[in-house]
C-alpha cells in the first residue's frame, strides 16, 4: 500500500469509527425502489448492506416493483393504471405483482448469497428471511375508483421481525400483505416500509430512490446554487409538504418527503431520501458526517430552538464555568440580553444543556459563531453538531457564504467539521477592530 493510502485511509476509518458504535445495535428500515434494481444497483446495495450488518446494525429490506410489475403488463398487452399515486391492481396487474415479487426476491437472495474471494462478500454470511409478517386491508373505492386488488397496510407482525432480527438474520420484505382470509393485496414499498419503521420503533427509515434528495429551492433547477438540504427539520419538511402538490409520480418532490414526515412524526427519529445512482450512497449518509440524500430529522421544538429572553439566566449558568477557564470570553447579562436572539439553544426538560450565538455582517457575507457550548452532561451525544447545523441554517437562510469563530481551546473539533484555518487579517473589519491579539485566538472558517 501506498503511504498516500495509509495517511488517508487511517484518519478516514477513525472518523468512521463513532459512528459504528452510535448505530450498533439500531434497526434501520430500508426501502429499495424497483428502479434501483432495474438499474443494476442492487450487487453493490447488497454488499453495502451487507457491511452495516457487519458493523451490528440490525436491518429490514423492503423492495419495490413498479417497473418490473409495467414490464410484466407490456409484455401481456395490458396497460399500467394509476390513481392517486395508487397502482390500480386488476386480476391481470395482481398475478404480474406476484411473478415479479417472486423473482425479485430470487435476485435479492442470490445478491446476499454471493461470497467469492476478494471481493466485499467474502467472509460474509447473511441470512435474508423473508415471510408474512403483513396483514393488510383493501384500498377500497376511492373518488369513484375502485382499486380492486391494491391494499394498505393493516398490522405488521412486530415479535416476528424481532425475533428474527435477533437470530441476526435481515428481513426482507416484498411489498404484499394478506387478509385474515388469505386474499392477497398489492401495497406499495414506500407504504409498507414506513408502516414497519413506525411499528418496529425503527432508529433510520432510509429510502434509495431514482432522486437525490430535497433541494434548498425544491421549485428550482438543479446546480451549484441549488444544492440538496442534507438536514431538514420535521417542522421544515411539514411546511414544504404543505405548498406541494399531491404528489403522484416518484420524482415528484412530495412523494417519498410525505413518507418521510409521517414516519418522524410518529417517533421515527431519522429517515432519510438516498439517490441509488450514486455508489455507496448508504455508506457515505450512514457513516459520512454531511451525508449525501435528504434527512428528515425529528427535533422536538423544546429541544433546539431559538433563545428568548427568559432564557438569559440559563445561558449565563451554562458559560461560566468556559468563563473561568478562558475557554469562552466572558459575556455580562446586559451583552446576553441584548443580543438574545442571535442564540440558538438546546433545552432538555427545561434545562439548558447548549448554546452557540450567531453574529452576521452582512457587508463580507458572513457571520460569527460564538458561545458554542455544551455542558460537560452532555458532551459525547451529538449536541455541538446540532447546534453547528442550526447556525449554518440560519446564515444560510440570511444570505451568508460563510460562517467563522475565534478559539483558543477547540480548534480540532471544528477542523474535522470543515473549518479552515485563516488569517487575523481575514476578518470583516467591524470584527477585526475588536479582535483581542494578546489572547491569540485561531481563526477558523467555513464555506457554507
Known amino acids: 500500500m501506498s503511504a498516500v493510502f495509509n495517511f ?185 416500509a414506513t408502516s414497519v419503521a413506525i411499528e418496529l420503533r425503527a432508529d433510520k427509515l432510509i429510502f434509495l430512490t431514482e432522486v437525490p434528495g430535497i433541494r434548498m429551492q425544491p421549485g428550482e433547477p438543479e446546480g451549484e446554487d441549488n444544492p440538496i438540504d442534507t438536514e431538514l427539520p420535521l417542522a421544515a419538511a411539514q411546511a414544504l409538504l404543505a405548498t406541494l402538490p399531491t404528489a403522484q409520480q416518484p420524482t415528484d418532490t412530495g412523494f417519498y418527503l410525505q413518507h418521510c414526515v409521517k414516519a418522524c412524526k410518529a417517533g421515527v427519529e431519522r429517515s432519510h431520501i438516498l439517490p441509488f445512482a450514486v455508489d455507496g450512497s448508504l455508506l457515505l449518509e450512514v457513516y459520512v458526517h454531511d451525508g449525501i440524500g435528504t434527512m428528515v430529522i425529528d427535533e422536538k421544538l423544546e429541544e433546539l430552538r431559538e433563545a428568548t429572553i427568559d432564557d438569559v439566566g440559563g445561558i449565563l449558568q451554562l458559560i461560566e464555568p468556559f468563563e473561568k477557564d478562558g475557554t469562552l470570553v466572558k459575556r455580562d447579562r446586559t451583552e446576553i440580553e441584548r443580543d438574545i436572539s442571535a442564540y440558538t439553544i438546546i433545552d432538555h426538560d427545561g434545562v439548558i444543556f447548549g448554546c452557540a450565538a450567531l453574529y452576521p455582517y452582512p457587508e463580507a457575507k458572513t457571520a460569527e459563531m460564538a458561545a458554542v457550548t455544551v455542558s460537560p452532561q452532555s458532551q459525547g451525544t451529538g449536541d455541538g453538531e446540532k447546534l453547528l447545523k442550526r447556525i449554518e441554517q440560519r446564515a444560510r437562510a440570511a444570505g451568508l457564504d460563510s460562517i467563522f469563530v475565534l478559539t483558543t481551546r477547540t480548534m480540532h473539533w471544528f477542523i474535522k467539521r470543515g473549518f479552515q484555518p485563516a488569517d487575523p487579517d481575514w476578518l470583516p473589519e467591524a470584527r477585526k477592530r475588536k479582535y483581542n491579539w494578546d489572547r491569540r485566538s485561531q481563526v477558523l472558517v467555513k464555506k457554507l
Open 8 to 192: 488517508t485511509f487511517v484518519p478516514w476509518f477513525r472518523s468512521v469509527a463513532p459512528y459504528i458504535h452510535k448505530f450498533r445495535n439500531q434497526t434501520f428500515v430500508i426501502g429499495l425502489t424497483g428502479e434501483g434494481i432495474a438499474a443494476g444497483k442492487l450487487h453493490n446495495i447488497a454488499q453495502d448492506l451487507a457491511l452495516i450488518q457487519a458493523m451490528g446494525v440490525r436491518i429490514v429490506l423492503v423492495h419495490g416493483f413498479r417497473p418490473q410489475v409495467n414490464e410484466q403488463l407490456a409484455a401481456k398487452g395490458h396497460e399500467a393504471k394509476y390513481s392517486h399515486g395508487i397502482r390500480i391492481t386488476d386480476s391481470v396487474a395482481l398475478d404480474c405483482a406476484q411473478e415479479a415479487a417472486g423473482q425479485l426476491r430470487y435476485e435479492i437472495e442470490a445478491a446476499f448469497s454471493q461470497g467469492l474471494p476478494n471481493t466485499p462478500m467474502a467472509g460474509a454470511t447473511v441470512r435474508v428471511i423473508s415471510g408474512n409478517f403483513l396483514t393488510a386491508r383493501p384500498v377500497g373505492i376511492m373518488d369513484g375508483v375502485d382499486f380492486q386488488h391494491s391494499g394498505l397496510v393493516r398490522k405488521v407482525d412486530v415479535a416476528g421481525i424481532q425475533r428474527t432480527l435477533d437470530m441476526g438474520a435481515m428481513v426482507l420484505l416484498s411489498p404484499f400483505g394478506f387478509s385474515p382470509t388469505g386474499e392477497a393485496f398489492n401495497l406499495s414499498m414506500e407504504e409498507v
